[in-house]
Structures are given as structure tokens and as C-alpha cells.
């Protein structure tokens, strides 16, 4: 079966009036360019899938670390296919084939990120993370920044539609954005070549939902703790990570919190919970949530997918 190409790809629909919502975040995402001037790379990559059904993509997930990860939650996706909206048998029996190569029980995965099964198109997708940056500090959220409603979504469901209706500086930030690369001399020659490359068979830019970091800020150095999908679910991890992670990681390491630990711990997730601005303070450390923006390349044939060496810098070779 053939899919059609991407309408659009290499354009972008920037309209005049936007709806009142859309307008006022597109002038606030012009103020924040003038504020916070500079690109800076937020980081490896995201993995994850779209679903092509007719002219139609839509993103199934994101999130995902490599690659192979990225493959293993398209498996998911397709496992829950099967056993909760029960499709034609010969449907079924073409997922389940592609499961047991994506997340096999035994063996090596099958490194495939394209997939047809019946009427749709499946493939492994990459998003590229950054952050505004100005005046020697990372983007804060908007406020026009929020929460998902609910358990995250992973951006599932999410349109991959380039001519949805832009403002002015959302297209302005997509032209930036068209040639954005690797400084040359901070990666791998591959890397930047591939990238390159990127830029010509992928030559358009979308813009998607933010994420969130907290960065601890200590001697001028920004570290990453935790984040989430919005700002008030990235700050509530930051509280768990004193109730929860740090007892547990103490109990992992054969030394267990005292009960005095424990209340300062509490005391500090609260004290973090009750905060609703981007900067806090808590047991004299200072920490701050950071606005991660993301980026897909789309071209003719869809959204890009896993570059060449991406297996191997964000994969199982580069962890080990």
C-alpha cells in the first residue's frame, strides 16, 4: 500500500488573526525571544511514534531515551491494539508479527522503524530539545504554560499538521530554526554531518509542546534533578524526589535516613509544593524551572526519524 506525502512540509501558514488564545501566546513567545535571545541544545534527543492513517499524522508517544526504546513503546502500542480494540484477525495477527521482532521475548530486537500494517504507517520518530537562553539564564515557563490534564500524556494524539495556522513569531522562531545544527567542534563529525543532511531531506520545522526541567543552582552551575510535562508536575516530582527518591536511594545503599533526615526531607517537600513561582529555595539550595521547548524536522515523506548514529551515542554502545 502506498501513503500520500506530507502536504506542507516546507511551508508555513502564518495568519494575521490568530483566535485570542493562540494570539496571546504568540506574543508571548515574541517577548520571550527578545528576552532570552539564544538557542541553547536542552540535551539528547527524544524518541518516540507516529501513526500515519491517510493524509493524517498524529504522534503515538514520546519520551523515549534511544531508539530501542522508542521501538519498544511502538510495540506496546500495538500489543494494547490488539487486546483492547480486538481487530480483524489478519489485522491482529500482523501486529503481533511486528511485536514479537519490536520487544521480543528472546533475541535481539529488530532494529525497523517503519512499519505498514493495514491501513496505517507506523514509524520510530526523533525531537530535538532546546531552551531559550539570555542574560546567563535559561527560559522560565510562560504563562501561558500549563499542566496536562490528568496522567501525562507523552504527547499522544498530538496533530503533526505543518499547515496549522502561525503567528508571527512562532514562524519567525521556525525559520531560526530551519538551519539549526550542532556548534561545529562540540560533536562527533558524523553527528554534525548527519545533521547536515537532516536539513535537506527534512528541510521543515514544527514546534511542539513543551516539557519541563528543575535545575538545582549551585555555584553558578545549573544541574538537572527531575521535570515533567508542566510546570506544576515538574516542581510536584522535585517534592517527591525528597519523600520518595532520596529515602529509597538510602535504603538501596545499605544506610537508611534517620528520622531527623526524613522531617527535613517532608519539611522541604513541602515547603517546594507551596511554592508557585519558577525559582525556590528550600534546606539552603536554590532551584529553578527551566522551559524545555521541541523541535521535528518533517519532509516530504513525514516526520524524521533515527539518524544513523543516534543507536549508537544514545543507545545500550553509549551507556555501557
Excluded at 531515551?65 to 491494539?81: D, I, V
Excluded at 562540540?186 to 543532511?197: G, L, S, W, Y
Aim: hydrophobic share 35%; charged share 30%.
Amino acid at each position: 500500500m502506498s501513503f500520500p506525502l506530507m502536504q506542507g512540509y516546507d511551508r508555513i501558514e502564518m495568519v494575521a488573526d490568530l483566535d485570542p488564545v493562540a494570539a496571546v501566546r504568540d506574543r508571548e513567545l515574541g517577548e520571550r525571544m527578545r528576552d532570552y535571545p539564544k538557542l541553547f541544545p536542552a540535551g539528547s534527543p527524544d524518541f518516540g511514534f507516529a501513526i500515519q492513517s491517510g493524509t493524517r499524522w498524529r504522534i503515538g508517544s514520546v519520551g523515549a531515551s534511544n531508539p530501542e526504546e522508542g521501538r519498544r513503546s511502538l510495540a506496546a502500542h500495538l500489543r494494547r491494539t490488539v487486546t483492547e480494540r480486538e481487530p480483524a484477525p489478519e489485522l491482529a495477527r500482523a501486529m503481533t508479527a511486528a511485536v514479537d521482532r519490536l520487544d521480543p521475548e528472546e533475541g535481539e530486537q529488530l532494529a525497523k522503524d517503519e512499519w505498514e500494517i493495514g491501513d496505517r504507517r507506523y514509524r520510530v520518530i526523533r525531537i530535538e530539545k532546546f531552551t531559550l537562553v539570555g542574560g546567563g539564564a535559561m527560559e522560565p515557563p510562560r504563562s501561558t504554560d500549563t499542566d496536562p490534564a490528568g496522567a501525562p500524556t507523552l504527547l499522544r494524539g498530538h496533530p503533526i499538521d505543518p499547515l496549522a495556522p502561525a503567528g508571527h513569531w512562532e514562524t519567525q522562531l521556525r525559520l531560526n530554526l530551519l538551519g539549526h545544527r550542532p556548534h561545529p567542534g562540540t560533536v562527533p563529525d558524523i553527528v554534525q554531518t548527519e545533521a547536515d543532511h537532516a536539513i535537506r531531506t527534512h528541510p521543515g520545522v514544527l514546534l511542539l509542546p513543551p516539557t519541563f526541567i528543575v535545575v538545582e543552582i549551585e555555584d553558578g552551575a545549573w544541574k538537572p534533578l527531575t521535570g515533567g510535562e508542566g510546570p506544576d508536575v515538574a516542581r510536584h516530582h522535585l517534592a517527591c524526589h525528597f519523600t520518595e527518591l532520596l529515602p529509597l536511594l538510602r535504603e538501596f545503599q545499605g544506610d537508611p535516613a534517620s528520622a531527623e533526615e526524613l522531617a527535613g526531607w517532608a519539611r522541604a517537600a513541602e515547603e517546594i509544593r507551596a511554592t508557585d513561582g519558577h525559582e525556590f529555595a528550600t534546606m539552603g539550595r536554590v532551584f529553578r524551572t527551566v522551559r524545555v521547548s521541541r523541535m521535528m524536522r518533517i519532509g516530504r515523506d513525514g516526520p524524521e526519524g533515527p539518524r544513523p548514529s543516534d543507536q549508537e551515542r544514545y543507545g545500550r554502545a553509549a551507556a555501557q
